[in-house]
């Protein structure tokens, strides 16, 4: 059975560079899980915001790792982290994706004492560094609407990372206007560049909530037809990822295929085709050859997510039952780790977390 390791053997993980990707992104996840269940435990938690907040600095980690600590910080919800987060997020010389997630990571935590911080990055960066900015923009519009909830009808909108963990029945994080709306309109309005962001985003999110194959597609057209904002095009990613629905796997193979898109749309992309709930043996077989071929990708964080999407290692070294060790593959890939409600075994769902995945009760 899979078990979970000592945390002391998960923060020697993260502090080691040299170690596997799929090993330091397990262990990520396990910190992020032990950090929530041992909350009141000052010890731990500090040990756990130590290494997470040093290692997120390290360069030696390379940007998709690093993007992964500042997301499992922001997820960890502790004002604690903001002031290594606003560090990272006022880095010009770091990279553009790692930036980003502190700043996703700051609106997450919800702290009023870095709105200064994210307004600051959006004047400095608009029109120089558009992803950037407007994630700046989405954080502390966030942070302002959560401050002051009675001065507008509208619900606060951020990254889908920012938010609950998905779950399509709940629809708090969409505008309620738009259950009037056709699920075609809403992707028209999600398509629509001369529509503010905000607004846009809403459409998204109703378009996840709302679920099924025709949202699902609507999502799709966002991803491969939208020319406007990298930004979007990566959290419409995101958002099949948590949708998981295999209908989804010819948009998100055509975003990973273009060589000129960003690498945080095309790392998403990796990431949530290796979500996707199949149904077949010949899906899952698709989607591992996908992955295997961008495995060699000249991006690196490209490559990367691609490596770890696959990733079936115990690198604990943990036994599993005799019954276990006559099944093919005793250890799911990184890829298959889902449906599985993290109360339960939170072992057995690292891109559920990534994706803010929850089963459904």
């Given at each position: 059975?899979?078990?979970?390791?000592?945390?002391?053997?998960?923060?020697?993980?993260?502090?080691?560079?040299?170690?596997?990707?799929?090993?330091?992104?397990?262990?990520a996840?396990?910190?992020?899980?032990?950090?929530?269940?041992?909350?009141?435990?000052?010890?731990k938690?500090?040990?756990?915001?130590k290494?997470?907040?040093?290692?997120?600095?390290?360069?030696a980690?390379?940007?998709?790792?690093?993007?992964?600590?500042?997301?499992?910080?922001?997820?960890?919800?502790?004002?604690?982290?903001?002031?290594?987060?606003?560090e990272?997020?006022?880095?010009?010389?770091?990279?553009?994706?790692?930036?980003?997630?502190?700043?996703?990571?700051?609106?997450?935590?919800?702290?009023?004492?870095?709105?200064?911080?994210?307004?600051?990055?959006?004047?400095?960066f608009?029109?120089?560094?558009?992803?950037?900015?407007?994630?700046?923009?989405?954080?502390?519009?966030?942070?302002?609407?959560?401050?002051?909830p009675?001065?507008?009808?509208?619900?606060?909108?951020?990254?889908?990372?920012?938010?609950?963990?998905?779950?399509?029945?709940?629809?708090?994080d969409?505008?309620?206007?738009?259950?009037?709306?056709?699920?075609k309109?809403?992707?028209?309005?999600?398509?629509?560049s001369?529509?503010d962001?905000?607004?846009?985003?809403?459409?998204?999110?109703?378009?996840?909530?709302?679920?099924?194959?025709?949202?699902?597609?609507?999502?799709?057209?966002a991803?491969?037809?939208?020319?406007?904002?990298?930004?979007?095009?990566?959290?419409?990613?995101?958002?099949?990822?948590?949708?998981?629905?295999p209908?989804?796997?010819d948009?998100?193979?055509?975003?990973?295929?273009?060589?000129?898109?960003?690498v945080?749309?095309?790392?998403?992309?990796?990431?949530?085709?290796g979500?996707?709930d199949?149904?077949?043996?010949?899906?899952?077989?698709?989607?591992?050859?996908?992955?295997?071929?961008?495995?060699?990708?000249?991006?690196?964080?490209?490559?990367e997510?691609?490596?770890?999407?696959?990733?079936?290692a115990?690198y604990?070294?943990?036994?599993?039952t005799?019954?276990?060790e006559?099944?093919?593959?005793?250890?799911?890939?990184?890829?298959q780790?889902?449906?599985t409600d993290?109360?339960?075994d939170?072992?057995?769902h690292?891109?559920?977390?990534?994706?803010?995945?929850?089963?459904?009760?």
């Open positions: 059975m899979w078990t979970v390791p000592p945390l002391k053997d998960v923060l020697a993980s993260l502090e080691n560079p040299e170690a596997p990707i799929g090993m330091r992104m397990r262990a996840y396990f910190a992020k899980q032990m950090f929530t269940d041992n909350k009141d435990d000052a010890e938690t500090e040990a756990i915001l290494v997470l907040g040093t290692q997120v600095m390290n360069k980690h390379g940007s998709l790792l690093r993007h992964e600590f500042a997301y499992v910080l922001g997820q960890m919800q502790t004002p604690r982290a903001c002031q290594i987060l606003e990272l997020l006022q880095k010009e010389d770091d990279c553009v994706m790692v930036r980003h997630e502190a700043a996703e990571a700051l609106g997450a935590i919800g702290a009023p004492g870095s709105v200064k911080v994210l307004k600051t990055v959006y004047e400095d608009t029109g120089k560094l558009d992803e950037l900015a407007d994630t700046c923009k989405l954080a502390y519009n966030r942070i302002e609407q959560q401050q002051n009675d001065e507008s009808d509208s619900i606060a909108v951020g990254c889908a990372c920012m938010l609950a963990p998905y779950n399509s029945v709940d629809p708090a969409a505008d309620p206007k738009h259950d009037g709306f056709s699920t309109d809403l992707g028209n309005l999600l398509l629509d001369s529509e962001l905000l607004e846009r985003y809403r459409a998204m999110f109703s378009l996840r909530n709302r679920g099924g194959k025709d949202a699902v597609l609507e999502l799709c057209r991803l491969v037809e939208d020319k406007s904002s990298p930004l979007l095009r990566h959290e419409v990613a995101f958002v099949l990822g948590q949708m998981q629905h209908c989804s796997i948009a998100l193979e055509t975003s990973l295929a273009r060589v000129e898109e960003h945080m749309v095309r790392h998403e992309s990796a990431e949530a085709l979500a996707i199949v149904a077949s043996s010949e899906e899952w077989n698709r989607i591992e050859s996908i992955l295997k071929h961008y495995q060699q990708d000249a991006k690196l964080e490209v490559a997510s691609c490596i770890v999407a696959l990733d079936a115990d604990w070294g943990h036994s599993n005799a019954e276990d006559e099944e093919e593959s005793t250890v799911p890939t990184f890829g780790q889902k449906n993290p109360s339960v939170m072992r057995k690292v891109l559920d977390q990534h994706f803010n995945v929850q089963a459904a009760a």
